[in-house]
């Protein structure tokens, strides 16, 4: 996601910037992701009523209207789930939530190994045989037509919650709850499976208060973050609540993974849910056994749930162990007999569990789609895997007279196949392959785009603290990467665990330690003294008592750039422009230079002293115009103290949050505060700005939640909250101190230089 920034595109991040008091980069960033002014406050900090009514999806209402009639009726129901994460979280969902008005209810995930995904034929025979009378599908059923057909033969209905795509056959359920059928005008077409199943039990909470929708969003977030599904929309807020919740009011299954695993619950984010704890629930899946997990989340005491996480925490090392073995067995049969467009082979050896994990790796390491079978158990089961630009849906589509099945995601998708046709699928599917112009990029370092071009002297807290409110990162909402222009390298790297390297650079002015994951294998590059472009993203690094800033590093390469020069305008030299009259500069609040000479210049740095938001506008230019060293505005200093004072006044400090705090607990009536009642706060000289930030640290600790055309104040908070705990607070403080650094910095170049206008 490269910038492209023009005139009207930097007016617009300034304004964002200036109305959210966020530092210009992350202003930048939300911009670049498609988000306007309009919309910047549910994006960063979204609520409840920020999502569709449930209404709105197909079948819904027979839905839950023949669930009713069963629970009025005392029918035995039946919740089919899937055995991946998203899967056993919408189980687990739909499970407790009924269970809490009815104590008929029954669940199933098939095996991997001996059923296979979606809904089997066998499984439908044994249930019903069980009594059940309805059986609702989660994150799996829209294909199911032969399957469903025989629930109907056998007398139980069956509701399909589901999200993946429709075949050309609809099956004959009683209601198909799927916001990516043909004829549904749901809004948002990419809920996970665990998404759909919230809207459901949604709904049905409006009948019975014994359930409480929103009490699992906790699980809404693990599976959504795990189906890889895009995080836009109602997906990110469904788990950016989810994962505020986990935080703040942890269930025994979340205490228990976070303790096996290690991880600060008050730390969590989605690179923990991503990599750590949904690879542990998708571990007993994997290996067969996906009840362990299921039987973890819908657990209501912490023993049994730390008991299962254990398990689980066993299941992973197996299932790391095992990907280890078949990953190597892959690479030794590329080595040996090479490929072409696409990388598809079968073995007996290799567990069908994990294939679709070295699929994923061997897409990261060469480039290409990925098609690995495991012939260890008739029928064969396959993974697709691939990178942007290629469709593994359509690939299977166009092989699919030889498939038994198949179903999943564009990047992401599986099938069974007889192995007599495995050849002949081959063929197909390298002559799909071979149809397809899409980019082949075999190197992953080279598939990377920086967000920004930036100096290393950008890289401050300020900006670190915001890119935390970019979170959850995802699928359409990657984590922001950022490439410095130059910088050099200080010491040799510490290699760690034979694999990463941590060095320092520099740009001779500034420092900052780098983590390079894996990237062992350019230590050859990485050498004291050497200048180098460096591609990576900021976080803040947690060592003993200590904080700092680390670059999280993506790519190294060389410097873009040699040294620049600095050449200032007025000069005698060829490549400078003529620079406006201070004039000018006093009479207008902005200004131009639109010289056609520009163009001709090497470099150039515009000479005058600057507001905050002129130095903003620079840095944004920069990126326009790459030949803008710098920029520098005139002020008196007179003018600069008012300056200053006009803008900080917009960023509360600690003092000034507790008494606005306070203030509206004062005038809330029924704990509840109309936006009347806020608009009377201007009067009372408290500024707009100062307002909006302090309802966004509120609304993040809990302090209060938007409701309806106004706010609801907790007025009893738990007395273990504190400031630093917001992202808003830490963000908004280190963005203040940075702007009382630059406007100091300012105030000692005017009495250094003595100019004065």
Same mark, same amino acid.
């Given at each position: ?148 057909? =025989? ?201 069908? &569990? ?5 699929? =994923? ?46 179903? &999943? ?29 899409? !980019? ?25 603290? &915001? ?126 230079? =639109? ?15 600057? =507001? ?10 920069? !990126? ?5 060293? &710098? ?5 008196? !200093? ?45 009067? !009372? ?73």
């Amino acid at each position: 996601m490269p910038s492209n920034l023009d005139i009207d595109a930097i007016k617009k991040i300034i304004n964002i910037s200036e109305e959210f008091c966020l530092p210009p980069r992350i202003a930048q960033l939300i911009y670049q992701r498609g988000v306007r002014m309009k919309d910047v406050r549910v994006f960063l900090a979204p609520g409840i009523e920020n999502l569709h009514p449930p209404s709105l999806l197909p079948d819904i209402d027979i839905a839950i209207e023949r669930i009713k009639y069963a629970i009025d009726k005392g029918e035995k129901i039946l919740i089919f789930g899937d055995f991946d994460a998203d899967g056993i979280t919408s189980t687990a969902l739909l499970y407790d939530a009924l269970t809490l008005i009815s104590d008929r209810v029954g669940k199933h995930i098939p095996s991997r190994l001996n059923e296979g995904y979606d809904l089997g034929k066998d499984a439908v025979v044994e249930k019903a045989n069980e009594g059940y009378n309805l059986m609702i599908t989660t994150d799996c059923g829209s294909k199911a037509v032969d399957s469903i057909d =025989t629930a109907n033969e056998l007398g139980m209905d069956v509701i399909v919650s589901d999200h993946h795509l429709m075949g050309d056959e609809i099956p004959k359920a009683i209601a198909i709850v799927n916001p990516v059928r043909d004829d549904s005008s749901y809004p948002y077409k990419y809920l996970a499976g665990v998404g759909v199943v919230y809207k459901l039990v949604k709904a049905l909470s409006e009948t019975y208060s014994q359930i409480d929708a929103d009490s699992y969003l906790d699980l809404v977030a693990l599976g959504t973050i795990a189906d890889v599904v895009p995080l836009t929309g109602e997906n990110r807020i469904l788990v950016k609540l989810g994962i505020d919740m986990m935080k703040k009011q942890p269930k025994p299954w979340m205490d228990a993974l976070c303790q096996t695993s290690g991880i600060d619950p008050k730390r969590l984010t989605s690179w923990h849910l991503a990599y750590s704890i949904v690879p542990r629930i998708n571990s007993a899946g994997r290996l067969g056994d996906a009840d362990i997990s299921l039987d973890m989340l819908i657990a209501r005491d912490k023993s049994k749930s730390i008991e299962r996480a254990t398990e689980l925490e066993k299941k992973n090392r197996e299932r790391k162990r095992i990907c280890d073995v078949v990953y190597k067995e892959v690479i030794e049969v590329i080595n040996k007999d090479g490929f072409k467009d696409a990388i598809v082979l079968a073995s007996p050896k290799w567990h069908s &569990g994990v294939i679709g994990i070295v699929a =994923t790796r061997l897409v990261e390491k060469f480039g290409v789609p990925v098609v690995l079978i495991s012939t260890e158990i008739p029928p064969a089961r396959g993974s697709v895997r691939s990178d942007k630009g290629f469709d593994t849906i359509e690939a299977l589509e166009h092989a699919s007279d030889v498939l038994i099945r198949f179903g &999943g995601h564009k990047e992401a998708s599986g099938f069974l196949i007889d192995e007599e046709n495995i050849p002949h699928f081959k063929e197909l599917f390298l002559e799909y392959v071979r149809s397809k112009d899409y !980019e082949k990029t075999p190197d992953k370092e080279h598939r990377i785009a920086p967000d920004i071009t930036c100096d290393l002297e950008e890289i401050d807290r300020s900006l670190t603290e &915001g890119i935390n409110l970019l979170e959850p990162f995802g699928v359409n909402n990657p984590e922001p990467v950022f490439q410095l222009r130059c910088v050099k390298v200080l010491a040799r790297p510490e290699v760690i665990k034979n694999y990463h390297l941590r060095f320092q650079v520099t740009d001779g002015k500034h420092f900052l330690s780098a983590y390079y994951h894996n990237g062992v294998s350019k230590l050859s590059q990485i050498y004291p003294g050497r200048e180098i472009s460096i591609i990576g993203t900021p976080y803040i690094r947690q060592w003993r008592d200590l904080d700092y800033i680390e670059l999280l590093v993506k790519a190294v390469g060389a410097p873009l750039t040699d040294k620049r020069l600095n050449i200032k305008i007025g000069t005698q030299r060829a490549d400078s422009v003529k620079a406006p009259s201070i004039k000018i500069v006093r009479e207008k609040e902005k200004v131009a230079i =639109t010289h056609d000479e520009i163009d001709d210049c090497e470099h150039l740095t515009i000479d005058y002293y600057i =507001t905050p938001r002129g130095y903003h506008e620079m840095m944004l230019w920069r !990126e326009y115009n790459g030949k803008i060293n &710098g920029l520098n505005v005139c002020l008196t !200093e007179e003018e600069l103290v008012k300056e200053e004072g006009a803008i900080l006044r917009q960023i509360p400090r600690r003092a000034e949050l507790v008494r606005l705090y306070r203030r509206m607990v004062s005038i809330a009536e029924d704990d509840f505060i109309g936006f009347d009642q806020i608009k009377n706060l201007l009067i !009372e000289g408290i500024n707009r700005r100062e307002i909006r930030c302090a309802i966004m640290i509120f609304n993040e600790l809990g302090l209060l939640v938007r409701e309806g055309d106004g706010l609801r104040v907790n007025k009893n908070p738990p007395p273990d909250i504190k400031l630093d705990d917001s992202v808003f607070f830490r963000l908004f403080s280190a963005e203040r101190e940075r702007l009382e650094k630059f406007f100091k910095h300012l105030r000692a170049k005017i009495r250094r230089d003595g100019r004065k206008i």
